[in-house]
């Protein structure tokens, strides 16, 4: 015992003294009380966890090939911006994000050729029948959205994503308590166990999709998903005819923040599933180490439909692939005061009648 | 061990006591039943013979009958003989005896069943279902108690009873003794004639019900807005990317569980107060403290 151990407090992590009149160990600075044994163990523990280490490699490094570059052609929005990609028969004439004019600015060139594409698979009928339901049964919508013409024109958009493989890693601490209830004739009883939980494994993802374009909301891609990856074939420039395409502007390192938050997420939520026989697990301190992780570069399939309302900006989207359809819609404050006005007014009638029922008839 | 377990049953008697502290106490002792009007005759058993426990005496007054009857002496002559004329002037024009007695104390009794036993062992009630009520107060435990019987549970039904216990108890609190029983004679010549009239007094329909009813309806309004609202969000991030595991890629490699430390919270349970209510089935009443 001549070495000098510092121990680190499971609540607070400040450091633990023994008490001598309680023979247990008590923090300082959280006053929680336990056992030698907890404490020991809980360092041990702690100290075996791994450290995080995020680190991906970009696996895409296709560049264009010179006649396949030669038949496109880049326009840009002069209003948001927006730089895409459509082939010399296609063309664009507006902007899928904003709606507003686009100009053509030269031949396309350089920039990364993508790895994998998922070709559309329903079309602009199917888009329409979509939004057309995706706007059926809400109560409280603007009446000119349901009017057709109100929406611009519908847009096949090739979004540029950022696919992210990678096998995990983890070593996750959750904070765990059991409770348990019990009365006697003056008082009623509340028992919460405390624990540390400590699970580490290993976890693999496939092709996990971030927007790579910062013309569209993540959000709102995030919304549509899942895609299904499996099904992606690898690039050819046939597949862009009819559709225009959007370049990537944000990097593959800029986007593996968000690939990261939804490994470590999806980590902590797989390995809770192990946690059993606890009413609540918060998870405490996670790290993931990946190993192998590796970055492609693919054009996933999106309708994309915008509009402008009261001077704000609509975009509604649908997965080309799945049919999923999203996008926040406004609230009509008009409809809305009437519905709650309306609303209040019967649920009181109704609960001051079935009062006066209650109290005359029983 | 002895003295926990003696604890234990103690506080187990007590719990249930206060609940049916007064069925406890009426199996105990030998009168199960209430005897209504044997008053007068236990009055001279109990003189006769001093030497003999009688159950009965805990309930029987020291001094002759009356309607108004301060053995706790809250009242000064004046205010017992105004209050004399106004409740004797009921009892005859109702043939409803409407009384006022005040005790140093309960004697251990549960209110209800000590206002209902001293109700019966001196004689009060008129007519041959004993027709009357009796405002009891017990000083030195701080307690009142309204017991009805025969017609008077008829006149002073629950509803009666809530009013009068509204309107007495807050005097009582400010141990304004004669005004309690002064409101009480009113309110009882009320109540008396809207029963003779056929239409014993019920509780009006409170108008806080308007705004409770407004509440009701301003909070379900609110959910419903709300559920229509949520529709029209369809746009969420994914936090976690629980759909792109790799299926059968998981494994667990360490698992440790370990038990830091436990807390006990404990919080008093609500105390029953055995305020109101009758358990004499040939009693109606209400009662409280003060």
Same mark, same amino acid.
């Given at each position: 015992?001549?070495?000098?151990?510092?121990?680190?407090?499971?609540?607070?992590?400040?450091?633990?003294?023994?008490?001598?009149?309680?023979?247990?160990?008590?923090?300082?600075?959280?006053?929680?009380?336990?056992?030698?044994?907890?404490?020991?163990?809980?360092?041990?523990?702690?100290?075996?966890?791994?450290?995080?280490?995020?680190?991906?490699?970009?696996? +895409?490094?296709?560049?264009?090939?010179?006649?396949?570059?030669?038949?496109?052609?880049?326009?840009?929005?002069?209003?948001?911006?927006?730089?895409?990609?459509?082939?010399?028969?296609?063309?664009? +004439?507006?902007?899928?994000?904003?709606?507003?004019?686009?100009?053509?600015?030269?031949?396309?060139?350089?920039?990364?050729?993508?790895?994998?594409?998922?070709?559309?698979?329903?079309?602009?009928?199917?888009?329409?029948?979509?939004?057309?339901?995706?706007?059926?049964?809400?109560?409280?919508?603007?009446?000119?959205? $349901?009017?057709?013409?109100?929406?611009?024109?519908?847009?096949?958009?090739?979004?540029?994503?950022?696919?992210?493989?990678?096998?995990?890693?983890?070593?996750?601490?959750?904070?765990?308590?059991?409770?348990?209830?019990?009365?006697?004739?003056?008082?009623?009883?509340?028992?919460?166990?405390?624990?540390?939980?400590?699970?580490?494994?290993?976890?693999?993802?496939?092709?996990?999709?971030?927007?790579?374009?910062?013309?569209?909301?993540?959000?709102?891609?995030?919304?549509?998903?899942?895609?299904?990856?499996?099904?992606?074939?690898?690039?050819?420039?046939?597949?862009?005819?009819?559709?225009?395409?959007?370049?990537?502007?944000?990097?593959?390192?800029?986007?593996?923040?968000?690939?990261?938050?939804?490994? $470590?997420?999806?980590?902590?939520?797989?390995?809770?599933?192990?946690?059993?026989?606890?009413?609540?697990?918060?998870?405490?301190?996670?790290?993931?180490?990946? $190993?192998?992780?590796?970055?492609?570069?693919?054009?996933?399939?999106?309708?994309?439909?915008?509009?402008?309302? $009261?001077?704000?900006?609509?975009?509604?989207?649908?997965?080309?692939?799945?049919?999923?359809?999203?996008?926040?819609?406004?609230?009509?404050?008009?409809?809305?005061?009437?519905?709650?006005?309306?609303?209040?007014?019967?649920?009181?009638?109704?609960?001051?009648?079935?009062?006066?029922?209650?109290?005359?008839?029983? | 061990?002895?003295?926990?377990?003696? #604890?234990?049953?103690?506080?187990?008697?007590?719990?249930? #006591?206060?609940?049916?502290?007064?069925?406890? &106490?009426?199996?105990?002792?030998?009168?199960?039943?209430?005897?209504?009007?044997?008053?007068?005759?236990?009055?001279?058993?109990?003189?006769?013979?001093?030497?003999?426990?009688?159950?009965?005496?805990?309930?029987?007054?020291?001094?002759?009958?009356? &309607?108004?009857?301060?053995?706790?002496?809250?009242?000064?002559?004046?205010?017992?003989?105004?209050?004399?004329?106004?409740?004797?002037?009921?009892?005859?024009?109702?043939?409803?005896?409407?009384?006022?007695?005040?005790?140093?104390?309960?004697?251990?009794?549960?209110?209800?069943?000590?206002?209902?036993?001293?109700?019966?062992?001196?004689?009060?009630?008129?007519?041959?279902?004993?027709?009357?009520?009796?405002?009891?107060?017990?000083?030195?435990?701080?307690?009142?108690?309204?017991?009805?019987?025969?017609?008077?549970?008829?006149?002073?039904?629950?509803?009666?009873?809530?009013? &009068?216990?509204?309107?007495?108890?807050?005097?009582? /609190?400010?141990?304004?003794?004669? #005004?309690?029983?002064?409101?009480?004679?009113?309110?009882?010549?009320?109540?008396?004639?809207?029963?003779?009239?056929?239409?014993?007094?019920?509780?009006?329909?409170?108008?806080?019900?308007?705004?409770?009813?407004?509440?009701?309806?301003?909070?379900?309004?609110?959910?419903?807005?709300?559920?229509?609202?949520?529709?029209? /969000?369809?746009?969420?991030?994914?936090?976690?990317?629980?759909?792109?595991?790799?299926?059968?890629?998981?494994?667990?490699?360490?698992?440790?569980?370990?038990? &830091?430390?436990?807390?006990?919270?404990?919080?008093?349970?609500?105390?029953?107060?055995?305020?109101?209510?009758?358990?004499?089935?040939?009693?109606?009443?209400?009662?409280?403290?003060?």
């Amino acid at each position: 015992m001549s070495d000098l151990l510092e121990y680190k407090c499971p609540c607070c992590g400040g450091a633990i003294e023994f008490n001598s009149k309680l023979q247990k160990m008590k923090c300082p600075y959280c006053d929680t009380e336990f056992d030698m044994e907890a404490v020991k163990e809980f360092n041990e523990a702690a100290a075996e966890q791994q450290t995080d280490d995020y680190s991906w490699e970009n696996a +895409s490094d296709n560049a264009w090939k010179e006649d396949e570059a030669s038949g496109m052609s880049v326009y840009i929005c002069q209003s948001c911006g927006g730089e895409i990609v459509a082939d010399e028969s296609t063309g664009a +004439s507006s902007c899928p994000f904003c709606g507003n004019p686009v100009v053509m600015s030269g031949k396309f060139s350089g920039a990364l050729r993508p790895d994998f594409i998922i070709p559309f698979k329903l079309d602009k009928k199917a888009a329409k029948a979509g939004l057309s339901k995706h706007l059926h049964g809400k109560i409280l919508l603007p009446k000119v959205f $349901k009017k057709e013409n109100h929406i611009d024109e519908i847009k096949g958009v090739y979004v540029p994503f950022w696919l992210f493989d990678t096998d995990a890693s983890a070593d996750i601490r959750y904070h765990a308590t059991k409770t348990r209830c019990w009365s006697d004739s003056d008082y009623d009883y509340t028992e919460t166990s405390h624990y540390s939980v400590f699970r580490a494994g290993n976890i693999g993802f496939n092709q996990i999709p971030v927007d790579g374009s910062s013309k569209i909301d993540n959000d709102l891609t995030e919304s549509l998903e899942p895609y299904v990856t499996s099904e992606a074939v690898d690039f050819a420039t046939p597949y862009l005819a009819g559709y225009v395409a959007d370049k990537y502007d944000v990097s593959a390192e800029e986007c593996a923040e968000r690939a990261n938050q939804r490994v $470590k997420r999806a980590s902590e939520d797989a390995f809770r599933d192990t946690v059993i026989g606890y009413d609540t697990v918060t998870p405490e301190d996670t790290r993931i180490q990946l $190993k192998g992780g590796k970055t492609h570069y693919a054009l996933f399939p999106v309708w994309l439909l915008s509009t402008t309302w $009261k001077g704000n900006h609509y975009l509604f989207g649908m997965n080309g692939q799945t049919g999923k359809f999203v996008g926040n819609l406004p609230v009509d404050k008009g409809i809305f005061t009437r519905w709650f006005l309306g609303l209040t007014a019967g649920f009181s009638v109704a609960a001051y009648v079935i009062a006066w029922l209650v109290h005359t008839y029983f | 061990m002895k003295k926990q377990s003696i #604890g234990i049953i103690l506080a187990a008697a007590l719990g249930v #006591g206060s609940l049916f502290g007064a069925a406890i &106490l009426g199996a105990d002792t030998p009168f199960n039943t209430s005897l209504p009007g044997t008053g007068a005759s236990t009055v001279q058993a109990a003189s006769n013979s001093d030497e003999e426990y009688d159950p009965y005496q805990d309930f029987v007054a020291s001094d002759d009958f009356s &309607l108004v009857k301060d053995e706790a002496d809250l009242l000064t002559d004046e205010e017992e003989s105004l209050l004399l004329d106004k409740l004797q002037t009921l009892t005859d024009e109702y043939s409803c005896e409407v009384a006022v007695a005040t005790v140093e104390s309960k004697k251990g009794y549960e209110m209800n069943f000590f206002t209902d036993h001293f109700f019966d062992e001196n004689g009060y009630g008129v007519g041959e279902n004993y027709d009357g009520i009796l405002f009891m107060v017990s000083i030195g435990d701080r307690k009142w108690h309204i017991t009805t019987h025969g017609y008077g549970m008829t006149a002073f039904n629950d509803d009666g009873l809530a009013y &009068l216990k509204d309107n007495v108890e807050p005097l009582l /609190k400010d141990e304004d003794f004669y #005004g309690a029983f002064d409101t009480y004679a009113d309110l009882c010549g009320n109540l008396l004639e809207m029963a003779a009239n056929g239409e014993p007094y019920t509780e009006p329909f409170s108008p806080m019900w308007i705004l409770i009813s407004l509440g009701i309806g301003l909070v379900l309004a609110f959910l419903c807005t709300m559920g229509m609202r949520a529709q029209l /969000k369809s746009v969420r991030p994914q936090d976690s990317a629980v759909d792109y595991v790799r299926k059968g890629s998981m494994d667990v490699t360490r698992s440790n569980d370990i038990f &830091l430390y436990h807390t006990v919270t404990r919080t008093e349970k609500p105390k029953n107060d055995s305020s109101s209510g009758g358990s004499d089935s040939d009693h109606g009443g209400t009662g409280g403290s003060f």
